[in-house]
Structures are given as structure tokens and as C-alpha cells.
């Protein structure tokens, strides 16, 4: 996973709980997490004799203090014991050496958080990160991008990304392409054409569908809410990117309210239900399916 809220617990570490759940709920499962924002990119030299290092407090120095550091913890979700390690990314561009490190963990799903940065107001991890979640999605591994991982997925695949002139939160339904419709991952846990909705939190728009992605829905504020990724043939792989959060969870929302993270208004604006368990869901079955 790659990890960019690290400094908001309930989003961060919560969030990635909320991801990796339904995977728990079928299997045994490692989380490797990486947090480019945060690492120096001397780091990054470590992890070129060997694929897996873990990482240290001296390798982030960048930390945000406020959210306790540690290398590796465990949590139990859905009756099992799930270990998280951090571990150190590379911080290079060559996306042929990104592939064989991805290649050499034996992963078997990458996932991209939302976070508190934006992708156009470019910062140089952005650079090694876009090229090592290229790589993944190109390489048929499943693969999916929350909010800014799906801008920064479609931004690493030749789309511009814009920044609006306020934030937008709130729930939208999803108005789904005719692809869109018969999609695995936004409509596999629906029946009979049933509304679909997301919870969005976001002031980046990708202002183009990426020339080898699908378009799967847009929504009246978004143009670009859901992309599939396309290998050069044209067929489709196991990679998305959606600009909504599947993993906002109304307990994360409420704790993150209490706690200060987000403001009364944006409070006010996630009321409702939307289908994040149900996407998310439907990503477990992908992983285990395509690693079995």
C-alpha cells in the first residue's frame, strides 16, 4: 500500500484497515506499506541489492511527529492477526527496474490512498511514486487508486490534473458509461442496476481520461471519476482509479470529527450511505481470485 495519510490515524492507518478488511475476511494477508512523501530519497539506495528493507525512523525525516512512527505493528480484522510492515520504495524513475522490484516482492495488489497533497502542486517523491504505480498497474497486478492514487494513476498515464477553486465534499451517485455498467469492480456487488454512490473529499479534478484507460463514470461535479487501465492491445487490465472513498467507513468519519480532522461542514456533507464496503469488497475477490 502506498500509505499518504499517515498523519491522520483515522484516514490513514484506519483507512488502509477499512481496505484491507474484506481480503482478511477470505485469507491470510501481509500489508507492505511505503510512504514516499515522508522518506529521503537516500533511502531509496537501500533497496537496490534487495527488494524488501524495512523502515526506519533515520529513513523518514520527513515524519510528522504528531502520529507515532513504527516500523511494523499487527491488528486484527476479521478474527485474524494482520501484519503491517513499512518498508523502503525506491526513488528512482526507471519504471523497468520498479517493475522487477515489484516483481521480486511477490505482492499480490497494489493500493494508492488518498492524501493531504495534491498532484498539481508537483513535489519530487510524486515523481518515483507515479512511475512505481505505473508500472504496477501495467503489470496485471490488481491495482487500484483512492483519490489522489487515482489522479496520480491517470496523471502517470498522460492525463492533465486541475485544481478547482474550492473543495468539494459530499456524496454523488455515480452516472456509469455504458462500460461503467458491466464493471467488476463498481457494479459486481449490485443487482438489477441499482443506484451506486461514493463519498468524495477532493479540490484535484483529472481533467482527461488517460488514452489507453476505460471511462466507467462521471458524476455532476467530476468528469473523471472511475478509469479502468487498458494494456496495448486494448484489453482491460485489473487496475482502477476512482476519485472517491470507498474506505470512508462512518465510524472513521465520526472519530475523525471528533478528533478535529475534518470540519463541521464536511461532517455534515458524508451524511448518507454510499458503496465503499461493497467496491471494496469486490477488490478483495479480484486480489484473491487473480492470486489463487
Not at 492524501?115 to 497486478?141: H, L
Not at 471511462?215 to 472511475?226: D, E, F, P, W, Y
Not at 482509479?241 to 470540519?263: D, L, N, T, V
Request: hydrophobic share 35%.
Amino acid at each position: 500500500m502506498i500509505d499518504l495519510l499517515v498523519e491522520r490515524a483515522e484516514f490513514g492507518h484506519g483507512g488502509n484497515q477499512e481496505v484491507i478488511k474484506p481480503i482478511a475476511a477470505l485469507s491470510d494477508v501481509q500489508v507492505l506499506l511505503i510512504t514516499p512523501q515522508m522518506q529521503s530519497f537516500d533511502a531509496g539506495y537501500k533497496v537496490q541489492a534487495e527488494a524488501e528493507v524495512s523502515l526506519e525512523i533515520d529513513d523518514v525525516p520527513l515524519w510528522d511527529n504528531e502520529y507515532e512512527f513504527w516500523s511494523q505493528t499487527e491488528e486484527t480484522l476479521e478474527g485474524r492477526k494482520i501484519r503491517f510492515q513499512r518498508i523502503i520504495m525506491p526513488m528512482h524513475e526507471n519504471e523497468s527496474k520498479m517493475s522487477d522490484w515489484l516483481k521480486n516482492l511477490n505482492i499480490d495488489a497494489v493500493v494508492c490512498s488518498g492524501s493531504r497533497k495534491n498532484v498539481s502542486i508537483w513535489e519530487k517523491w510524486m515523481g518515483p511514486t507515479e512511475t512505481m504505480f505505473r508500472a504496477a498497474a501495467k503489470s496485471g497486478t490488481p491495482t487500484l487508486g483512492i483519490c489522489f492514487g487515482h489522479q496520480l494513476l491517470c496523471h502517470s498515464l498522460g492525463s492533465d490534473v486541475e485544481r478547482a477553486e474550492k473543495l468539494s465534499s459530499g456524496i454523488w451517485s455515480l452516472e456509469l458509461t455504458k462500460d461503467g455498467e458491466s464493471d467488476i469492480l463498481l457494479t459486481s456487488h449490485k443487482q438489477n442496476n441499482e443506484e451506486i454512490s461514493g463519498l468524495f473529499s477532493h479540490q484535484d479534478h483529472v481533467a482527461s481520461t488517460p488514452e489507453n484507460c476505460t471511462l466507467l463514470s462521471k458524476t455532476s461535479h467530476n468528469s473523471v471519476t472511475a478509469v479502468r487501465v487498458n494494456n496495448e492491445s486494448g484489453e482491460p487490465l485489473p487496475a482502477w482509479g476512482i476519485q472517491f472513498h470507498p474506505e470512508a467507513a462512518r465510524k472513521r468519519i465520526e472519530r475523525a470529527y471528533g478528533w478535529g480532522h475534518i470540519s463541521e461542514e464536511e461532517y455534515n456533507s458524508f451524511r448518507g450511505e454510499h458503496d465503499g464496503a461493497g467496491i471494496l469488497s469486490s477488490f478483495a475477490k479480484i486480489v484473491l481470485e487473480k492470486s489463487s
